[in-house]
Nanobody, 122 residues
Framework: QVQLVESGGGLVQPGGSLRLSCVASGSIFSINTMGWYRQAPGKQRELVAAITSGGSTNYSDSVKGRFTISRDNAKNTVYLQMNSLKPEDTAVYYC????????????????WGQGTQVTVSS
């Protein structure tokens, strides 16, 4: 009923930039928090950045000053602008939507996207 689809991943050289997009679709009334997580091989999934419907943001220390998260509430879309990319940013990036209120039930759920690969290498 609700799906999150990420796009924008790819291969980029160190110092380069990428912009990730995630669109939530379905019978959605509202979404409280949208964010990005990443998982590198052999490591745990970690929070990259998150943003509430009111615009409050939270960033991992490792990406502060380099990444910017934003959202378009009307389009149920969240973006992650990634600048000054480093090899350690290489991971699968997952979109997360938490507090997703479904129109029919008026109950909140959490949904995850399928992930998009970001590789930073020279």
């Amino acid at each position: 009923q609700v799906q999150l689809v990420e796009s924008g991943g790819g291969l980029v050289q160190p110092g380069g930039s990428l912009r990730l997009s995630c669109v939530a679709s379905g019978s959605i009334f509202s979404i409280n928090t949208m964010g990005w997580y990443r998982q590198a091989p052999g490591k745990q999934r970690e929070l990259v950045a998150a943003i509430t419907s009111g615009g409050s943001t939270n960033y991992s220390d490792s990406v502060k000053g380099r990444f910017t998260i934003s959202r378009d509430n009307a389009k149920n879309t969240v973006y992650l602008q990634m600048n000054s990319l480093k090899p350690e940013d290489t991971a699968v990036y997952y979109c997360d939507a938490d507090g997703v209120v479904i129109v029919t039930t008026k109950r909140a759920y959490e949904y995850w996207g399928q992930g998009t690969q970001v590789t930073v290498s020279s």
